[in-house]
């Protein structure tokens, strides 16, 4: 079974401080994806990876970056937090790119809360 | 603009049968994903369909209409447990995928 992780599933965290969210997965899939879930609205794609030191833009990238060093860990970064990014993250996964009918695996999501 | 319109909510009765719609609008289309995502759970993969049709697995079944932009997921023999948010999301034309908000469903005793 594929499994992807993410390093914490509730963080509190104010106002300009600086976060890091890791996310690792295990079955050496090239690409991976960080999202976050708001109520009423569908998953939204924040950047994504095909590769190592690769990294594409999402439709809602800003206030965010993230890094890949290694294959298995993509993280996120929130450079100053603010109190609209309070919201649950999720990070994804899948084995190729460009890959209709790709299946996603998702981890346990983190929910980031901004004070 | 793309769009993925789904209900927000749905009750159904444990043992009945529950149709969930999902109609999208989107530039280029590489099939369409059905999700299930338990409260604070990671959404898992349900079904996947790229061609006009009915794909039954189980207990759920996926249809798809291209023409119409439109599909459902039926879920059959409803159990408690079948209490989830069910998302919809579609392929673009840059195999991104474009998600519904999701419908949340109920089961009630």
């Known amino acids: 079974d594929v499994k992807v992780t993410q390093s914490s599933r509730y963080l509190v965290k104010r106002t300009g401080e600086k976060v890091f969210l890791e996310c690792v997965q295990d079955m050496d899939h090239e690409n991976m994806f960080w999202y976050r879930q708001d109520p009423g609205l569908g998953l939204r794609l924040i950047y994504f990876s095909y590769d190592v030191k690769m990294k594409e833009k999402g439709d809602i990238p800003e206030g965010y970056s993230v890094s890949r060093e290694k294959k298995e860990r993509f993280s996120l970064i929130l450079e100053s937090a603010s109190t609209n990014q309070t919201s649950m993250y999720l990070c994804a996964s899948i084995e190729t790119s460009g890959g209709a009918g790709d299946t996603q695996y998702f981890g346990p999501g983190t929910r980031l809360t901004v004070l | 603009g793309q769009n993925i319109d789904q209900p927000t909510e749905m009750t159904a009765t444990e043992g009945a049968i529950v149709q969930i719609n999902c109609t999208y609008q989107?530039?280029?289309?590489?099939?369409l994903f059905w999700y299930q995502q338990h409260a604070g759970e990671a959404p898992t993969f349900l079904s996947y369909?790229?061609l006009d049709g009915l794909e039954e697995k189980g207990r759920f079944s996926s249809f798809l209409s291209r023409s119409k932009g439109y599909s459902y997921l039926l879920l059959k023999e409803l159990q408690m447990k079948d209490s989830a948010s069910y998302l919809c999301?579609?392929?673009?034309?840059?195999?991104?995928?474009?998600w519904g908000a999701g419908t949340k469903l109920i089961i009630k005793p």
């Open positions: 999301a579609v392929g673009d034309s840059n195999y991104q995928l474009i």
């Open positions: 369909n790229v």
């Open positions: 989107t530039s280029g289309f590489n099939g």
